[in-house]
Each structure stands twice: as C-alpha cells, then as structure tokens.
C-alpha cells in the first residue's frame, strides 16, 4: 500500500496579557509521512512537497468538502487547558475565519494555530485546513459547544455540536500533551493565589489584593491572560519591581518558591457583596526531558531562571480563586454635612499668593488636601467667597502616588480671584470632613481665613482702559510695526536667464524619460511576479489598513482580521513567500536575514498576538482603542518597509 502525508503548520498566536515577559511566540513545522518499499519514500516525499507548495486549485475543488469539530480531550480539570479542533477536509483554504459558539460562561479564550494537511493515498490527493483554538476552563460541569460555522467557496458549512466535561479531578490517564499542553505537570506544582488585606471595608475605603505565584517547576515566563472584572470597585494598581522576588516557603508540608507578580488597591464604591473574579495567567514551564539524564537539573526548580541542558517547555495555565468583599455604607449617624465620601485620613492648608493687592488685579487663593486613600475622586471644596471677588473655577493640581497598600500625596485646587472694590477683605475657613475607618468615626479638619487688603479706587473699573471684569486676551488691540527689510526684485531680466526658461525648455525631455522608466518597470512587474509583490507590498498593506479603519466602528473579529492580515501580508510580500504556508519561525528567521531588527519582530509578533486575542474575545471584554491598534500597525509598516528596503 502507497500512503503519503505532508503536514504544514501556519501561524500560531498566543494571547498576550499586560504583565510578564514574552510575546506568545509559538514555532511552526512541517511533517512528513511516507511508507513506501526501497527508495519509494524519497519520491513520495518529493512529490508531498511539490502539492505543499502549490497543489493544483482543480485537484482541490474535485474533492467533497467537510467540516468537523472535535476536542483534544472530552474532559478536563478546572483552570486547566482544552483544545477545539476545526477541520476542513477538501479545501486548502476557507473564505473567513471559522466563526465560534458562544462560551463565555464557562471558557476563556487563549490562542489559535493553523495547519494545512496534503495526503495522498491509493492514487488519490485530500487537502484538509485545522483551525486549532486554545482555551482555559473556568467553571465545573458538562457543557455543549455548539456548532461551528465555516465558509468554503461562498457556502456555509457547520459542525456538530461537542460536549465537554469539566470537573476538579484530572482526566482518565492523567491526559496527554495533545489534549492538554500543560499534561505532566500536576495541579499542586503550580499554583496561582489571590490574598485580600481585609475581607469586610467600607465604602471607598482601599482593600488591597495581592497576586502571588507558588511553584514547584521552573516557570521560564508568564503572561497574564486574563484580568479580573474588578465591578463595583475603582482600581489603582499599585507598584511592582521589574523582576518578582522570590522567596522560598514551606506550603502544606511541602516546599515551593513563591513570587508576588500583581498588587492593586480596591475602592469598593457602593455597599453590598462584591467578587472580585479570577485572574489567570499562562506560565512557559520547563520540565525535564525523562529521556536524558541532566546532571545539573532538580525537582524544585525556580522562577526565571536560567535553562537546563534537557529542558523542554510547556505551556500551564492557572487561575485564582474569587474573593468575595462585604461593602459597608458609611455610618449615617454624625455624618457631617462637609463630608463628600472621603475614607482615609486628610489634612488641608489654604493660602493665597499675596495678601496685598490693587483692585482689578488678579490673586491667586490655593486649597492643598494631604492624606490617604482615594484622593483623586476628590471634589473641590464649598468655599463662600466673598463678593467682593470675582471667582473663576478652580485648575486641579495633583501629586498622588502608591504607598503603603493605598494611595497617598496632595490634591490641589487653585482659585484666581479678582477684587472689584478696596479695603479687607477675609475668605472663609475652608472645611472638609472625612471617615476613618481605624476609629469608625468622622473627622472634621478646617483651615484659618485668609485676610488680603485691597488697595485702589473702586470706581476705576468703568473708567477707559481699565482691566474688563473678565480674564480677556488684549493682543487684538495692538498693532505692531512691520520692522522687516522690504524684498526688491529687478526688472529687465533677460528670459534665458530665468529657471523659469530652462524648466519649460528641459521638461519634454524629463517626461520623456519617465515615460520610459514607468514602461520598463511596468514591463518588469508583468513579466517578474517576486519583483510585483515587493513593490506593491506596501500599497496593498496600506489599502487593508484603509479597509481595516473603515470597519473599526463594525464587528471587532472583522476589525482585528483585516489588521491581522494587512501585517501579514506586507510581511509575506516583501519576502517573496506563500502568506498561507508560512510559519512564524521561517518569517522572522528570513526577515532577520534581510536586516530586520529583532525588536521590530517582537512588536510584529505582538501586535498579531493581540489582534487575535481580540477577535475571540468574548462580547463586552475590554479591548484597546482602534486609533491606537491602527497607529500600532501603521508604525510597524512604515518600520518594516524601511528595515526591508536596506
């Protein structure tokens, strides 16, 4: 029996979260199947490669086309990973990118590959496209991912639903590396913790959430996945040092390296029973190849650190726990009526910028709020001025920073105030109230009045030229005098001397060799198809970034694809290869052969990473401005065209 199979892996993109290292950089391959007697294989695998790379689109459309859906695994354990397999038999290619159920209830979106499959067996030829999608399960139970929906040829196909099974125990057998990438490292070897410094706070008083790492394996890097829906609360993430510190702890009799990687304050903002939801991260582990002895490697390994000789890695994924949060209203009793909602402690000092003043001539008042906690919701203070100022509203000033699991620093308000009539005049003390949720009490602090003199005659403001009763730009009413030198020009020039003269003589013959030069690089772009993809790369990238901006206020997944194809497009056109068979390692491997910096390609691989995490993210997820991803791919262009072109 004759059989020939040749696999191509396309791209491969992981989700990429805010915090951790790496862009989800995943390698391609291509495999080759052949079982033929003597030298029969080398022929086989030749012949494999020659439909790889371009089977004959008659020998494509001649076949029935099919779709399917199928899990890696029918089950698998809570925060863990699953794969759903989307195969088109008969086609080597689809209209549009496969159009998921809805699984937001129970599953998080991770990554996505692609693969292209050329079999030949028994004389006949079947191509098959396999959409791979990664996902994190969030919640125990059985559950049905519906059909899938996929176009071919202007027909839609779709698949049979899929069941799959969610529990705390592991799955029969202990899993596979093809059903679950993180099989093989047990659930208690990494462990992801959520710790809250207090359970029960009132409203807007800060409650601080850390987000800790407890391994048993190297963890090489991370990449947070998923955030929490933070609802009800008003966030400030505090500061974190570039490289986590690690420390060694003894957890339920057992040893594990232990790293806080996240630290926000919470300001509940309204009372009631608040969860904050999981947070998940996806951890690159290094795990001992069991088939080489390495003499330098160990169980407990650590976080960061340097590779082993026979390491291989793979990707875990590990999720929080909820934490719950019992929101109290502020007492109502003794509730002062300068209190605006401010839980923490504050102290406030008013001064004004001169106590002496003319009349019409401005003077600026200065209200400082020093303390902790959610300082910047704080309002400006009710001051009653007096009437003989003329007030305007206040500019805001603010110095607040994170320290000690709150925020900390001043909020000022800057008051410009112009008096109308002479003589003393004194502004209020200011007064603001605040809850301290140490003493459960409220606090009451004010300011001294503030006392400035003003000099001058009242009645000057409606006498001509005087300063209007308004701030009011005056530059209209002067008139400068033109200081310039005066330009001359002569007269009695004779034509020939003139550029004038000499463009209109030399101009038939610049257009006739540009006439020639456009006909020569017409002739060559008809004549060398490498030479037309390199120079109409950046034209056609530039009209699907166009297309990609006028569907920015559509659907996102039509969005994020054209995006995601415009990037890949301009990166496959100025290589000369198939967009569709090649994969990530080859692209920046060439790339980086044609002088293309090694920082630009990690943005490239980001910016895909991102586009597709978009494009399957769940309905009312977060997701960043399109001016910004847009300004994001037009500078990776320009600096693609610019680093290709050397």
């Not at 020998?59 to 099919?66: D, L, T």
């Not at 080489?292 to 875990?316: C, E, K, N, T, Y």
């Not at 102290?347 to 004004?352: H, I, L, T």
Request: aromatic fraction near 6%; include cysteine.
């Amino acid at each position: 029996m004759t059989f020939c199979n040749v696999y191509f892996t396309g791209w491969s993109r992981a989700r990429s979260g805010a915090v951790g290292a790496g862009g989800g950089i995943r390698t391609g391959r291509a495999r080759t199947h052949c079982g033929l007697s003597g030298g029969g294989g080398l022929v086989c695998a030749l012949l494999g490669a020659v439909l790889g790379l371009g089977a004959p689109p008659g020998a494509v459309q001649a076949q029935e086309i099919a779709v399917r859906a199928f899990l890696g695994a029918p089950q698998v354990g809570v925060g863990r990973q699953f794969v759903l397999n989307v195969e088109v038999t008969g086609a080597q290619q689809v209209d549009r990118e496969p159009t998921l159920p809805d699984m937001e209830n129970f599953a998080s979106f991770l990554g996505s590959s692609t693969s292209s499959s050329f079999q030949m067996a028994g004389g006949r030829t079947t191509v098959s496209v396999t959409y791979q999608y990664r996902f994190q399960a969030l919640a125990e139970g059985t559950f049905e991912i519906g059909p899938v929906s996929v176009t071919v040829g202007g027909e839609m196909l779709r698949t049979e639903p899929v069941t799959l099974t969610v529990s705390d125990a592991p799955p029969p057998g202990g899993g596979n590396a093809e059903a679950d990438p993180a099989a093989g490292v047990a659930p208690e070897d990494l462990l992801l913790e959520a710790s809250v410094s207090k359970t029960r706070a009132y409203e807007n008083e800060p409650v601080t959430v850390e987000y800790e790492i407890f391994t048993r394996v190297d963890v090489d890097r991370y990449t947070i996945t998923s955030l929490p829906q933070a609802t009800g609360f008003w966030t400030e993430v505090l500061e974190q040092p570039e490289s986590p510190q690690v420390e060694r702890v003894v957890r339920d009799g057992a040893e594990y390296l232990r790293a806080s990687i996240r630290r926000v304050a919470l300001f509940p903002t309204g009372a009631g029973t608040r969860t904050l939801d999981p947070m998940s991260i996806e951890a690159q582990v290094r795990v001992p190849d069991q088939r080489a002895l390495d003499p330098f490697g160990g169980r407990l390994g650590g976080i960061f650190g340097g590779p082993s000789l026979f390491d291989r890695r793979m990707p875990v994924v590990v999720a929080s726990q909820p934490v719950t949060i019992e929101v109290l209203p502020t007492p109502a009793e003794g509730r002062p009526d300068s209190f605006s909602g401010h839980v923490g402690t504050l102290r406030v000092s008013a001064s004004a910028d001169r106590t002496e003043v003319q009349t019409n001539d401005a003077v600026t008042f200065s209200v400082d709020l020093r303390g902790t906690g959610n300082l910047r919701v704080l309002t400006p203070p009710e001051i009653a001025f007096p009437v003989e100022f003329e007030t305007f509203p206040p500019e805001t000033r603010d110095e607040i920073g994170a320290g000690g699991g709150s925020l900390q620093g001043t909020r000022g308000y800057d008051y410009v105030l112009i008096p109308r009539a002479p003589g003393r005049v004194t502004i209020p003390p200011v007064e603001m109230s605040y809850f301290d949720p140490a003493n459960t009490r409220y606090v009451t602090v004010r300011t001294e009045p503030v006392e400035i003199t003003v000099t001058g005659d009242g009645a000057g403001a409606d006498l001509p030229g005087a300063v209007p009763s308004a701030v009011e730009s005056i530059r209209d009413e002067i008139r400068f005098i033109h200081i310039d030198a005066p330009r001359f020009t002569r007269r009695d020039v004779p034509l020939y001397v003139t550029a004038g003269f000499w463009v209109v003589l030399l101009l038939p013959v610049a257009a006739l060799g540009g006439a020639v030069a456009v006909r020569r690089h017409r002739d060559r772009i008809e004549g060398d198809v490498a030479y037309a993809r390199v120079r109409r790369a950046g034209r056609m990238a530039r009209k699907r970034l166009a297309r990609a901006r006028s569907l920015a206020t559509g659907e996102p997944q039509a969005f994020y694809a054209e995006v995601a194809g415009a990037l890949e497009g301009l990166l496959a056109d100025r290589l000369n290869v198939a967009e569709a068979g090649l994969v990530r390692e080859e692209a920046g491997r060439l790339a980086a052969a044609r002088g293309v910096s090694r920082e630009t390609l990690e943005r490239l691989f980001a910016c895909l990473d991102d586009c597709d995490r978009q494009r399957f993210a769940p309905q009312g997820a977060e997701r960043e401005a399109p001016e910004k991803v847009l300004e994001r791919a037009a500078g990776l262009m320009n600096d693609l065209l610019k680093e290709l072109a050397k």
